[in-house]
């Protein structure tokens, strides 16, 4: 049976005198990989007004053009190239996933470790978080958007909220396991302060998960703001975002599919690409955490 | 056990009563006259003062929280803004599209998932692993409706096996509802099928290094028996587990194929609900997805205890 092999973790595949990225890739070829695809659509959405025309110019006349050497993507139900709208996309989806990852793990990690810390704290705010778990995310956001209003602001925020709870899940549970360790009695015992324990014992132990679950939230982010634009309550319709694209495309499907396929196509690239990283950097940094995610 | 079971039906009130609070809050504590928005831009501000009224928005927070909350428990979800029916009569009359797909897309979901990965998980490292593990990030990473839309297109668009849209209910015959929601069905499924896969190939990956499962080797049983006997009921929790995690991912899912396949469900009510900003609507969808969520990993926790007799706490 297959499971007798060793588990070398690519160990062996290492060879004298390779340089040491051809040493990473041949043990971590996903974080690569996925890497390299999340580095070039990062690349595209900042030089977007370099290769891309205008995503707001309507033209009448071209409307529902398909692919051709002027519309690579097609064009939609008002003359706008698809292409264009589907590269400035990235900026909305990219600036949306990674201020939900950022602002998230911070107020993850801070609410985290006070529950972890502090047992009075545990008890209320673990359960605030498994009511707020229990709420489905998408519908959560939601609501908040429907409430709020249509922003790229709201959206973040709307998105944040659902996503604080399993960060804080993740923190919690690392800091209770940290805080038992010996050297943290130790510390204790030597009269350190709270904040030092905290800042320098123990949240050095959160760091490799956090990443990892930072990727994890910002693919999840990149996929919800699509549907709340999708759905008509997210980012405001007259931003290009991919959702948007796709939702004025639905009435269009039969006779222009390519107005959905274009930007729904580069939605999945992006997050794939993100969850390859996030997987690949969860077996990176510490095979050990793999069990706690 | 019964202990147990008790235990965990009372730990359940606590999350329903967090849940019921933040439904609550989130119209109070967003910035703004909840009156206001929920009359919306062109309203006057006679309407403002009649919602206001109607609501109860102008006692204090905790008297309005409370009586919602007695009324909410008696099954009264408010009425409508929009067509001024009980949202519990348009919730009820929305739900079993809602649920027609969610069971059928568990039941695809695990029929295909538990396979696939506990043959991952046997010729684990082959080509085989390999691609079910690649199919499983995949799967993962395709949000539902471009799945759905590129169903729709091949399998509706371009050979015509399948309606484009729309839902039969079983009522109108078998053969047209399984036709309907067959579309639907895969496109939600595939999602759940790359996480259950994923968790029963670790979960049987695990088992297989057990010494019983060497020992029941040594007693020359075959691997079919191996696997299904001895591997994957030792693996059954963790993978229990993980359905009743991703029925969350299930409801997100269900609320935008319906989108997608126009299903008149309870996902197309929240839309048009949210769209019309009446916020009644919502907060009673919330509150039925919430509470279905809450209950299905209730019973999984009790299922638990039936599947593994070591756990009793």
Not at chain 1, 41 to 60: E, G, T, Y
Not at chain 1, 119 to 144: K, N, Q, S, T
Not at chain 2, 280 to 308: A, E, K, W
């Amino acid at each position: 049976m297959a499971t007798d092999k060793i588990k070398t973790m690519g160990l062996l595949d290492m060879k004298a005198g390779r340089s040491r990225f051809a040493d990473y890739y041949a043990r971590h070829p996903t974080v690569v990989i996925g890497g390299a695809i999340l580095g070039v659509i990062i690349v595209l959405a900042f030089i977007a007004p370099l290769i891309a025309n205008d995503p707001l110019r309507i033209k009448p006349a071209m409307r529902l053009r398909p692919m051709d050497d002027t519309y690579w993507f097609g064009s939609d139900f008002l003359g706008r190239d698809v292409y264009s709208r589907t590269i400035y996309g990235a900026r909305i989806s990219l600036a949306v996933g990674g201020a939900v990852a950022i602002i998230s793990t911070f107020f993850g990690l801070i609410i985290g470790l006070l529950a972890g810390y502090v047992r009075w704290v545990d008890a209320i705010v673990m359960r605030f978080m498994d009511g707020l778990m229990a709420i489905p995310g998408v519908l959560l956001a939601i609501a908040l958007i429907s409430l709020a209003g249509a922003s790229l602001f709201n959206v973040i925020v709307a998105i944040c909220i659902p996503e604080i709870p399993r960060v804080v899940r993740l923190v919690r549970s690392v800091t209770l396991q940290i805080r038992e360790l010996p050297y943290v009695e130790a510390a204790v015992s030597v009269g350190s302060p709270t904040h030092k324990i905290l800042l320098k014992h123990i949240v050095p132990n959160t760091v490799a998960p956090l990443i990892v679950q930072a990727t994890y939230v910002c693919a999840s982010a990149v996929v919800i703001e699509a549907i709340l634009s999708f759905l008509g309550a997210g980012t405001p319709p007259e931003i290009p975002s991919w959702g948007n694209i796709m939702a004025e495309g639905r009435s269009y499907f039969q006779v222009a599919p390519w107005i959905i396929f274009f930007p729904g196509g580069m939605l999945a690239i992006t997050v794939l690409a993100v969850n390859m990283l996030g997987d690949g950097l969860r077996d990176s940094l510490d095979p050990r955490i793999a069990r706690r995610m | 056990m019964y202990g147990y079971i008790f235990r965990r039906l009372l730990a359940t009130i606590p999350v329903m009563l967090i849940v019921a609070l933040v439904v609550f809050l989130l119209l109070h504590l967003t910035p703004g006259d909840p009156a206001a928005i929920i009359a919306g831009d062109y309203a006057r501000p006679e309407d403002i003062e009649r919602i206001r009224k109607n609501l109860g928005l102008d006692r204090p927070l905790y008297v309005q929280f409370f009586s919602w909350l007695g009324r909410v428990l008696s099954g009264d979800l408010g009425v409508s803004i929009f067509s001024d029916l009980p949202v519990s009569k348009l919730i009820g009359q929305r739900l079993e599209p809602t649920i027609a797909l969610s069971i059928s897309t568990i039941i695809f979901a695990v029929l295909v998932a538990i396979p696939l990965g506990t043959i991952a998980a046997y010729k684990a490292g082959t080509l085989v692993d390999r691609a079910v593990m690649a199919f499983a990030v995949l799967g993962f990473s395709v949000p539902v409706f471009v799945i759905g839309y590129v169903l729709m297109y091949f399998f509706s668009l371009k050979l015509g096996w399948f309606p484009v849209q729309g839902y039969k209910p079983i009522g109108e015959g078998f053969w047209p509802f399984l036709r309907s929601i067959t579309l639907p069905t895969l496109a939600l499924g595939i999602v759940y099928v790359a996480l259950i896969a994923r968790i029963t190939r670790a979960s049987v990956l695990e088992i297989l290094t057990e010494d019983y499962i060497r020992t029941a080797k040594a007693k020359g049983l075959d691997d079919a028996n191996l696997l299904v006997r001895h591997a994957l009921r030792n693996a059954a929790v963790p993978i229990v587990t993980i359905i009743g995690i991703g029925v969350a991912l299930l409801i997100g899912g269900v609320v935008v194929t319906e989108s997608v396949f126009n299903i008149p469900g309870l996902g197309r009510l929240t839309i048009d609900a949210v769209l019309r900003r009446d916020y009644p609507i919502i907060q009673g969808v919330i509150l039925v997805f919430s509470g279905i969520y809450v209950f299905v990993n209730l019973f999984i926790d009790i299922l638990y205890t039936f599947l593994d007799p070591r756990i009793r706490y």
